[in-house]
């Protein structure tokens, strides 16, 4: 890894990974202002957090496009969906205060509205279905306000009344029974802990969460307040052409944060370090253990999502408004992490190169690995593997075994050798498919499921 911060961040910006066709291969290291505008952005900011530090933050680009106003890491950014497990924390603290239940039905907390009957069935949900996706709201997201348009209150939007610009929140599938995204239920948890408090939800989540962590370039004020403006990027959705007014306004203020990756990646010090058993934190160390459990789906805990990376623990959210895009992760163990914030949505595959770049630079184990480690199978084990597969009545596809493994043949197309992960996995590197061979109980080979781009297709073995 470069020594020191200017070195580092030299060799971030200068080794940027943008995707291929192909999984784990990408192009050549390009240098950020290029792909900033080949992706037509004309600000970024950035913060990485290695050795349980804030290693560095800094701005790159503009404000607003065709201007000379620099960003730089007081300037704030909507962080649109990244609002949500900020807001969650609030919520985790009036738990732990014994203010609120995360297993009590949220219509014993409501007075201003109500979750309503569908007929005569009254639904039952809770704030850890919300915090979790799994509540059965409905409305994923929120497309915002111009700031000249007249703005709905929080009932209005949750019935879908004029002059809001969304449908009526509701619960539409069964709750607790699957994972499903939900800005809806968010809005909702916003009025509940409104109508618990009695104080508006800008001056909540300041008490709660943004002065304890010390989090001075963030507001959940909406509209943004007039001294805020100086500081704020404008927004580009696309051909760094800008939103109307600036930028959109958002009354969904739980997903509504005005902040930096600076503050945000304060919250994730804050968390880390609480994990690590350090005292005094904004949360006890068994109620942040709750949010980073799975709940209903293995990749979702209480307001942040979950994900395993070259055998290490990591948390955060993304999000998306219009004309801007944002990205946080955060170690559960190794004491790293990085905020990455744009102020364009044609950036969108920016964001992860940027974070591929980091990842690489600092030697994060869910970044380094390229391609799938090869097992080694000897020959006995891959011969039983070898026959016919019939994927439908006019199709089929063959397995082969040659001197150097497995090769698959299907319909017209060259042979394929297939790379084993495992004794049962197998992989190629040169498409983004994946072979999983299957088993009868006895143990007798019955068919295989070839993956690729999101889908599985089960082929039975024939011969």
Known sequence: MPTGPEQQIDHVISHLLPETAFEHQFGPPSHLAERMTYHKTPGVSIAVIDNDTLMWARGFGVRTWGTSEPVHEHTRFQAASISKPIFALAIMRLVQHGQLDLDADVNTYLTTWHVPANASWQPRITLRQILSHSAGLSVHGFPGYLRNEALPTLPQILDGQPPANTAAVRVNILPATQFRYSGGGTTVAQQLVVDVLGKPFPQIMRELILDPLEMHDSTYAQPLPREW????????????????????????????????????????LALQRIRHGAPGGILTKETLEQMLTPQTGAEMGLGFF???????????????NEGFISDATF???????????????QGQALVPEIMRAIGQTYGWPSYTKSTPASASLGAEVLAVYVGTYELREDGACIVEQREDGLWLRAAAQAPLRLMPM????????????RVAFERSGEGTVTGMTLRQDGQSVLAKKTG
């Open 422 to 433: 495992s004794e049962t996995e197998f992989f190629t590197t040169v498409l983004n498919t």
């Open 306 to 320: 979950l994900h395993q990376g070259g055998g290490s623990s990591w948390f955060g959210h993304n999000g998306w």
């Open 331 to 345: 170690s559960c163990e190794g004491g790293q992490g990085a905020v990455v914030m744009i102020n364009s949505n």
């Open 229 to 268: 403006e100086a500081l704020a990027s404008t927004a580009h959705p696309w051909q760094y052409q800008q939103v109307a007014g600036g930028w959109h306004v958002y009354p969904e203020m739980a997903a509504g944060l005005w902040t930096t990756p600076t503050d945000l990646a304060k919250a994730g």
